[in-house]
């Protein structure tokens, strides 16, 4: 019984191991202004973004609407997800940009420079 646990171990363990190493199941990150626009167009029904600021790890990004809304993105995962937030939510700090969503499970973003 021990034998066939050990080995049940190990096997997860490498291929968790080879999933890592191929990158498989991540989405690389947010790379240009022109991904975080698209990403936030087809995530959010009727917006019309206007530009983005990306962060520097690629992790998260603003995209400002043109109705003064702003759209907030975050890697969720293995993807990104996206949230509309009143442009008022989004305050500058020495770090970045912190963006109070408003909702418990999302959390609060911080858009690093």
Do not use: C, N, Y
Not at 33 to 56: K, N, W
Not at 73 to 88: E, I, M, N, Q, W
């Amino acid at each position: 019984m021990w034998v066939q646990l050990g080995g049940s171990l190990v096997a997860v363990l490498a291929l968790a191991g080879l999933t890592w190493l191929l990158r498989l199941g991540r989405t690389p990150p947010i790379v240009d202004a022109a991904f975080a626009v698209r990403e936030a167009e087809a995530m959010l029904s009727g917006f019309d973004a206007r530009e983005a600021i990306i962060a520097t790890d690629g992790e998260t990004a603003l995209v400002h609407g043109r109705d003064g809304s702003v759209a907030v993105l975050k890697r969720h995962g293995a993807h990104f997800v996206a949230r509309r937030v009143p442009a008022d939510a989004v305050h500058e700090t020495p770090e970045g940009w912190q963006v109070d969503t408003g909702e418990a499970l999302f959390g609060p973003v911080l858009v690093r420079r």
